[in-house]
């Protein structure tokens, strides 16, 4: 036991060694061009145009920066859960390993579009399946949510930045969204919004039963559903 906790006492001061550090390091840097990803366990991944430092980075994920360091930035690095990790490159590529984790991810097409298709990648560090992806094509993400105001913060947020790029690039978003099990289609245009059910009503009251009737959400039965 007294090892543990002596274990555990130099995993936080490392990292509260790190922390301090990046805060300095960013200090430094005038923000413009911009990543910063924070992972389990105290890890970290921050880059300013093309210079970068990081902090408890999974060995495998290290060894492929470092090989590539010479040829490519890694733009965003997304950290997630036993270790898994996804990098997006100066080039338009990407690099992933998921290690069992995100299976709905994984057995999606969001990470296959092919180069320059994915902008931004966000891992969950609490869920095994939850993460969040803008692409050329628009967003897709999958949370379990403990509130409505989360929901409606977190479709905000994705919304906005849809608009704003239908608006200046004269395209048009088309894209599910799956929040707390429901599934909803949005579509985007340059002068239109759009969100509808993407399953029957049968299958959504379905879904909502199933989800009130989990121990976790049983005091939101009171309060209606969370969508």
């Known amino acids: 036991m007294g090892t543990n906790r002596c274990i555990s006492k130099n995993v936080v001061m490392k990292s509260r060694e790190a922390y301090n550090y990046l805060h300095e390091w960013l200090d430094k840097q005038q923000l413009e061009d911009t990543s910063l990803s924070i992972g389990p366990k105290g890890s970290y991944f921050a880059r300013c145009g093309s210079t970068w430092i990081s902090h408890g980075l999974p060995k495998d994920l290290m060894t492929k920066l470092e090989r590539n360091k010479d040829e490519f930035t890694p733009v965003h690095v997304a950290l ?3 270790g898994s990790w996804v990098v997006l490159w100066s080039d338009g590529d990407l690099s992933w390993k998921l ?37 050329e094509n628009g967003c897709s993400f999958n949370a379990n949510l403990s509130s409505r105001k989360d ?30 099990g429901m599934v909803q289609n949005v579509s985007v245009t340059p002068t239109t919004y759009e969100k509808r059910a993407g399953d029957s009503i049968l299958e959504i009251w379905r879904q ?19 969508l």
């Open 80 to 82: 997630g859960l036993h």
């Open 208 to 226: 909502r039963r199933h989800m009130l009737l989990r121990k976790e959400n049983v005091p939101l039965i009171g309060a209606g559903a969370v």
């Open 99 to 135: 290690k069992n984790s995100y299976p709905g991810l994984a057995q999606s097409d969001a990470l296959t579009g092919g180069v320059g298709q994915v902008l931004f990648v966000a891992l969950s560090p609490f869920e095994e399946d939850g993460y969040f992806i803008a692409g």
């Open 151 to 180: 929901c409606e913060k977190l479709q905000t947020l994705m919304d906005d930045y849809l608009r704003v790029r239908a608006k200046r690039d004269n395209v048009t978003f088309n894209y599910p969204t799956k929040i707390n």
